[in-house]
C-alpha cells in the first residue's frame, strides 16, 4: 500500500467526524439485518424468566457473534457491555450506545480493576453485564477466568447466548467474526444459567469457567445446525490441558481466593 495512502488512512481514523459516521453505519447495518430477516429465539423462557424476576445476571457471547447482541436483549432492562480501550473497543461502544446500552471500559493490560469495581456496582444496583469471555484479543473460544469470578464476587448467574444466520461470511480472525447478510434468517439460542457458588474455591472456578464454555460451545453449534452452518472446528473450545497458557481475561479478575468483597467496590 503505498505510503500517502496509509497516512491518510491514519489521519480518516483519528477524525472524529469519520468515526462517528462509521459507528452510525455500523448501527444501521445491524438495524437493517434485524429488520429485514425472520429471527427464532431458542430458550428465550431463560432471561424471560430473570427478567420478570428482576435478577441481574452477566450475560457471556463469543466475541465472533458478536454483532446481533443488542438484540437479544430486554430494551427495557439496562445492560452495560465491558469494553476495552483498545480503539476497536471504541468503536464498538459508540455503536452499541445507539442501541441503549452502556458501557464499561476496561482491559487486562489497563483499568481492569476499575472495570471490575463499575460491574460489581452495576450488577449489585440490579443491572446486567455483557462479557465476551474470550476477548478482545483472544485466544478465540476460551472463556476466561474472570467471567465466574466477577459472578461469584457479585452472587449472580453466568448466562450464555450466541447467534447464527442462514448466510453471511464467517471471517477468517481469531475470533471467526459472522457478519449475517440482510434479508435472511437468523436465530438467538440461549442457554442455562451457570451458578457461581459464592464460597467457591480456585478448583471450583475452573469447573465452573469450563461448564460456561462449554454452554457457549454448545448454544454455538445448535444454532449454526439450526441455520445450516457447520461450526468450524477451530470454533470449538477445549478444556485445559498439562502446559497450556493460562486463559486470558478481557480485565483484570482479583485472585478469588484472596480479594476480600468489601475491598472490591
Not at 435472511?184 to 444459567?193: A, E, I, K, L, S
Not at 477445549?238 to 478481557?250: I, L, R, V, Y
Amino acid at each position: 500500500m503505498p505510503r500517502w495512502l496509509k497516512r491518510l488512512g491514519r489521519r480518516l481514523a483519528r477524525s472524529s467526524r469519520v468515526r462517528e459516521g462509521l459507528c452510525a453505519l455500523a448501527a444501521a447495518y445491524i438495524r437493517l439485518v434485524w429488520t429485514s430477516s425472520r429471527w427464532e429465539v431458542i430458550g428465550g423462557e431463560v432471561p424471560d424468566r430473570l427478567w420478570r424476576a428482576n435478577q441481574p445476571f452477566v450475560l457471556a457471547f463469543w466475541h465472533g457473534r458478536l454483532l446481533m447482541m443488542p438484540y437479544c436483549w430486554n430494551r427495557a432492562k439496562t445492560m452495560n457491555m465491558l469494553i476495552s480501550q483498545h480503539r476497536d473497543g471504541q468503536f464498538i461502544a459508540r455503536t452499541v450506545a445507539r442501541f441503549g446500552i452502556r458501557t464499561v471500559t476496561g482491559s487486562s493490560s489497563h483499568g481492569g480493576h476499575a472495570a471490575m469495581r463499575s460491574m460489581l456496582k452495576a450488577l449489585r444496583a440490579g443491572e446486567s453485564v455483557g462479557i465476551t469471555p474470550d476477548g478482545p484479543r483472544g485466544p478465540g473460544f476460551r472463556a476466561s477466568i474472570g467471567v465466574v469470578s466477577l459472578a461469584r464476587l457479585a452472587g449472580v448467574p453466568v448466562v450464555p447466548v450466541s447467534f447464527s444466520t442462514a448466510a453471511g461470511p464467517m471471517l477468517k480472525s481469531w475470533d471467526r467474526f459472522l457478519v449475517p447478510w440482510p434479508g435472511r434468517c437468523g436465530v438467538f439460542v440461549w442457554g442455562q444459567p451457570v451458578v457461581v457458588p459464592r464460597n467457591a474455591d480456585g478448583n471450583t472456578l475452573e469447573v465452573c469457567r469450563q461448564a460456561v464454555e462449554r454452554a457457549l460451545e454448545a448454544a454455538t453449534r445448535e444454532a449454526d445446525r439450526r441455520m445450516g452452518r457447520i461450526t468450524a472446528p477451530e470454533d470449538q473450545s477445549h478444556e485445559d490441558q498439562p502446559g497450556d497458557a493460562p486463559s486470558k481475561s478481557t480485565f483484570s479478575p482479583p485472585d478469588p481466593l484472596r480479594t476480600d468483597d468489601r475491598n472490591v467496590i
